[in-house]
């Protein structure tokens, strides 16, 4: 998983206006523990945090935490990919990020299942907004990971079809996850709290729209 910590003025920016700084940090906070309790369901070898800034208390046991690399976002997930590859090179990966809380583990664990392996050679989540949500690769090295993701124009209408149209001049087999919402704007929030009414993140959200700063 790779995240950044939430803190006020450098996560989910785009939710200010109407939210405040902190409000938006709180609602980061909140996807942040949805999605690490919903991956600590899903079976796994080894669970990595690939995190911009320091713990907190939202961070479950279990989990190794290793810094960001520095560079644009396609440099860091490449560098993620290579980490993974690097700890366990005949594991396959799959990495996702903290946009989405309404991920569910049955959604991960029956693709990524060994009995649903065979022939797969890439995992792929598309996002509602033209990005994607989650990438795995099953034989993950540091050179293919490079092919696919650096230089890939990051946070565009077509950043998952680039990446798609990569994995396609790979040759690799491709196993197509769900499209998910990420949350960017409010009305991402929103949707993605009425997709999981039970999550923390709809918690936070319904208490956010109810403070003084949000209503009067």
Do not use: N, Y
């Not at 644009?72 to 560098?79: H, I, K, V």
């Not at 989405?100 to 995992?123: I, M, S």
């Not at 209408?157 to 990569?166: E, F, I």
């Not at 087999?173 to 709290?193: G, H, I, K, S, Y």
């Amino acid at each position: 998983m790779i995240a950044k910590s939430p803190v006020p003025g450098r996560v989910k920016t785009r939710l200010t206006p109407p939210c405040t700084p902190g409000q938006a940090a709180a609602l980061a906070e909140a996807a942040l523990a949805d999605t690490l309790t919903t991956l600590d369901l899903v079976p796994a070898g080894r669970r990595v945090l690939v995190l911009d800034g320091a713990v907190g208390p939202w961070l479950p046991s279990g989990w190794q935490v290793v810094p960001q690399s520095g560079g644009g976002l396609d440099e860091r997930l490449a560098a993620a990919f290579a980490h993974a590859a690097g700890i366990a090179p005949e594991a396959p990966a799959l990495l996702v990020g903290m946009d989405t809380p309404q991920v569910d583990a049955a959604l991960l664990a029956e693709p990524l299942a060994p009995a649903h392996r065979p022939g797969v050679d890439a995992w792929f989540g598309p996002a509602g907004d033209g990005g994607f949500w989650a990438l795995g690769l099953a034989r993950p090295t540091r050179r293919l990971a490079g092919r696919l993701l650096l230089g890939l124009p990051m946070s565009t209408p077509g950043t998952g079809q680039a990446l798609l149209d990569r994995l396609g001049a790979e040759g690799l087999t491709v196993r197509r996850l769900p499209v998910l919402t990420d949350v960017d704007t409010f009305r991402d929030a929103r949707q993605v709290a009425a997709e999981a009414p039970g999550s923390r993140f709809a918690a936070r959200l319904r208490s956010i729209e109810v403070a003084p700063e949000m209503t009067g």
